[in-house]
């Protein structure tokens, strides 16, 4: 439902130069998703009547991003003055102007934090009816944020950033988490009088509590519970941290909801991933993207899935699959490489080495082994044989090979595309197909063996296979005893 008294602004202009990357930093991923994204998604669960995304760096590849994730989302430019004052200062004018219900404040280099925790925020802030609500946590290395100063009696008195804390504010382990809660009409009217008189020459959002505060407007501080829920990523250590602990999270996730993870510290499991009840993942299991899987499947060890389908109850293991369909009750690997547009269906198998691409493999059919199979169809209840490669590529043009049902082709078949082998039909060992194979028949490339005896006496005198062959020799002229 839409909370029509409640709008959300999303800082996202910076440029992040501590990334050190050509990417905005709030397009770097987090569980396969742009930071910026896990923003979106908590600010979308809160059902606000207004989301706006302040941005500036890089402006319209963020822009783009952000429009696929969340198309409804409206934009604001940030000007030259710098600042996060000024960055909700342009936000706000992309409301309405009558808008006067609770602003929520989240940064786009935030992504932990949780829809529970802001909602949380936001019922004791109407509750209280504050001018300004804000989330702070209790760290073990606060250096570098801004405290949160208290009175006497636990009230909130000030922020103080780091750079103008005393000896004995800097003891204060509690900062600013960067997380507000605004009465609309207060915040617009204390903006408008925060100037950039600092170092910085910025317009600081932190000043507008000491404006509210002279106001006598009510502020309140609330600590999260959690400190690595509110925690920024200005650089590559601190993402590799959230990726950790963003990982654990959704392991205990999907551990609650009926799977079993063997090995948690090797498994990787994205935020679009969905998993059903006694799935198995076992070591180094890597699920990525818009992964599916369903009930009872086993996965793993060694396995990466991105973007892919797995039925109930297959078993893929030492497999790399990329957006692949695999059917129930089938079995994949290991070592087998599943390129994009692949789908095996119930029951069927791809086996050890076995490498496969833009090929459907019907219900019950099986590619054991050693095999190319690119540009295919294969119907049901067929066997190709060990080291049959699909030759789909003229050096111009990608071609089709299609084999029908109930086939059984030999080991070291080459298939030249295009070409069709129809249903029941059979194929010899070492058989090269370069026309249609009818139903039922058999295919084969006539050529007799012929071995030449003495060859090796002859040309490889001297060598161990020339001793060993003249040996068996001295031994087969022997009388029989």
């Known amino acids: 439902m839409t909370d029509r008294e409640l709008a959300i602004v999303i800082l996202a202009a910076g440029q992040g130069t501590r990334m050190r990357s050509s990417t905005p930093k709030v397009l770097h991923r987090l569980g396969g998703i742009p930071l910026v994204g896990h923003v979106l998604h908590t600010a979308a669960e809160l059902g606000p009547a207004h989301t706006v995304t302040v941005v500036r760096h890089d402006r319209d590849r963020v822009v783009s991003a952000i429009q696929d994730l969340a198309p409804d989302t409206q934009f604001a430019d940030q000007d030259d003055v710098p600042g996060t004052g000024r960055a909700l200062e342009v936000g706000l004018e992309s409301l309405p102007a009558d808008f006067d219900g609770v602003v929520v404040v989240l940064s786009g280099d935030v992504p932990l934090l949780d829809s529970g925790t802001i909602a949380r925020m936001v019922e004791q802030h109407r509750h209280a009816k504050n001018q300004l609500t804000l989330l702070s946590a209790f760290v073990k290395e606060p250096a570098g944020f801004g405290r949160i100063v208290r009175s006497s009696g636990g009230d909130f008195d ?42 910085q020459r910025e317009k600081y959002l932190t000043d507008a509590a000491k404006l509210i505060k002279a106001d006598a407007g009510r502020i309140e501080a609330i600590a999260v519970t959690d400190p690595e829920i509110v925690q920024g990523i200005n650089d590559r250590v601190q993402l590799a941290e959230a990726q950790r602990y963003y990982n654990a999270r959704q392991i205990r996730h999907w551990q609650l909801e009926g799977v079993t993870v063997h090995d948690p510290a090797t498994t990787v499991i994205e935020g679009n991933v969905s998993l059903g009840r006694d799935v198995e993942l076992l070591p180094g299991t890597q699920l990525r993207g818009a992964t599916s899987v369903a009930d009872g499947a086993i996965i793993g060890p060694d396995t990466t899935l991105v973007d892919c389908e797995v039925g109930e109850g297959a078993v893929v293991k030492r497999t790399d699959a990329t957006l692949s369909v695999i059917g129930a009750g089938a079995s994949v690997g290991p070592w087998a490489y599943l390129r994009p547009n692949t789908i095996l269906g119930a029951g069927g198998k791809i086996g050890t080495f076995v490498e496969t691409k833009n090929t459907q493999i019907g219900d ?75 139903a039922g028949a058999l295919a084969i490339n006539v050529a007799p063996q012929r071995n030449a005896e003495g060859w090796v006496l002859k040309n490889r005198a001297g060598t161990a296979a020339a001793e060993a062959a003249e040996a068996a020799s001295s031994r087969e002229s022997e009388p029989n005893a």
């Open 364 to 438: 019950g059919s099986k590619v054991p082994h050693l095999s190319y199979i690119g540009d295919a169809e294969v119907g049901v209840n067929s066997n190709v044989g060990a080291g049959t490669i699909t030759a789909n590529y003229d050096g111009v043009n990608k071609h089709r090979t299609t084999v029908g049902d109930n086939v059984r082709s030999g080991s070291h078949n080459v298939f030249v595309a295009p070409v069709r082998i129809g249903d029941g039909a059979y194929t010899g060992a070492g058989t090269v197909v370069r026309k249609d194979v009818p």
């Open 158 to 199: 000030e922020i103080v950033e780091h750079k103008d804390a005393s000896e004995e504010l800097l003891r204060i382990s509690e900062i600013n988490a960067g997380v507000y809660a605004f009465d609309a009409r207060t915040v617009r009217q204390v903006l408008s009088r925060i100037d950039d008189s600092n170092s």
